[in-house]
């Protein structure tokens, strides 16, 4: 199975969604693991979206110290 590409902010948004549901009492309970489920990946991608630009951006700013 492919992996799905998602845009940051596209995961962000989803996971604001999830949050705001959670906070009203919106979700169902068949429906709440799925969606803490789905919100744990998308927190993963973002982390690691973050942590690679992160990287990059150090690796740019090293780049240019010499």
């Given at each position: 199975?492919?992996?799905?590409?998602?845009?940051?902010?596209d995961?962000?948004?989803?996971?604001?969604?999830?949050v705001?549901?959670?906070?009203?009492n919106?979700?169902?309970?068949?429906?709440?693991g799925d969606?803490?489920?789905?919100?744990?990946?998308?927190?993963?991608?973002?982390?690691?979206?973050?942590?690679?630009?992160?990287?990059?951006?150090k690796?740019?700013l090293?780049?240019?110290?010499?």
């Amino acid at each position: 199975m492919a992996k799905e590409e998602i845009k940051y902010e596209d995961a962000v948004r989803e996971l604001e969604r999830i949050v705001e549901q959670m906070e009203n009492n919106e979700l169902d309970i068949d429906v709440m693991g799925d969606r803490l489920k789905k919100a744990q990946k998308l927190l993963k991608l973002c982390r690691d979206r973050l942590t690679k630009a992160d990287q990059e951006v150090k690796k740019i700013l090293d780049g240019n110290r010499t």
